[in-house]
T-cell receptor, first 117, second 116 residues
Framework: AQTVTQSQPEMSVQEAETVTLSCTYD???????LFWYKQPPSRQMILVIR??????QNATENRFSVNFQKAAKSFSLKISDSQLGDTAMYFC??????????????FGKGTLLTVNP | EAGVAQSPRYKIIEKRQSVAFWCNPI?????LYWYQQILGQGPKLLIQ??????VDDSQLPKDRFSAERLKGVDSTLKIQPAKLEDSAVYLC??????WGQGVEQYFGPGTRLTVT
């Protein structure tokens, strides 16, 4: 079974600074996807960034970037120039093909990030 | 482009009553998912549809939960009868396809269910 572990239940950062959220996962598969989702207090889950396991290059989306270490099964999210609007719960998620047309997204428990002014 | 729509946003019912949630995915998205998110946890997949067929319902409590996706577009999730432990946010998500390009899932605003 796949597990996704986010070891930091809560984090805080000052506005304009950089913060890194950690995520590790457990799988024996070689082909899979990894995602970071953001869930602000309004509850809507928003996709932040995605990484394909076969790609060595780390994904980036504006101020958000990942450090994907496949051998270590680590997938951390770096947020640069933090803004007050980045305050949210951040979920790391893992998806693999389970055979046939079955693909399942498994979420970690989340990290609550607070950006302080 | 319009996002995933869900209704109602909030629902309060007593235990043993029934409730239904509705979801309209992003236009053209073939894959639709229902998740249950209990407070303080990540979402847990309940059921996945590919067009109007069920792909995975292994974690759906079938004695009380049911879901359908008529004509491969809108979907409804029903709970009958509800239990206290069903109190959660029910999230609907859709993706263009289940794998490859377009695998990203886009979520609706969710329905917060409180069972008293």
């Amino acid at each position: 079974a796949q597990t996704v572990t986010q070891s930091q239940p809560e984090m805080s950062v000052q506005e304009a600074e950089t913060v890194t959220l950690s995520c590790t996962y457990d799988t024996s598969e070689s082909n899979y996807y990894l995602f970071w989702y953001k869930q602000p207090p309004s509850r809507q889950m928003i996709l932040v960034i995605r990484q394909e396991a076969y790609k060595q290059q780390n994904a980036t989306e504006n101020r958000f970037s990942v450090n994907f270490q496949k051998a270590a099964k680590s997938f951390s999210l770096k947020i640069s120039d933090s803004q007050l609007g980045d305050t949210a719960m951040y979920f790391c998620a893992f998806m693999k093909q389970s055979g046939g047309s079955n693909y399942k997204l498994t979420f970690g428990k989340g990290t609550l990030l607070t950006v302080n002014p | 482009e319009a996002g995933v729509a869900q209704s109602p946003r909030y629902k309060i019912i007593e235990k043993r009553q029934s409730v239904a949630f509705w979801c309209n995915p992003i236009s053209g998205h073939a894959t639709l998912y229902w998740y249950q998110q209990i407070l303080g946890q990540g979402p847990k997949l309940l059921i996945q549809f590919q067009n109007n067929g069920v792909v995975d319902d292994s974690q759906l409590p079938k004695d009380r939960f049911s879901a359908e996706r008529l004509k491969g577009v809108d979907s409804t999730l029903k709970i009958q009868p509800a239990k206290l432990e069903d109190s959660a946010v029910y999230l609907c998500a859709s993706s263009l396809r289940p794998w490859g390009q377009g695998v990203e899932q886009y979520f609706g605003p969710g329905t917060r269910l409180t069972v008293t």
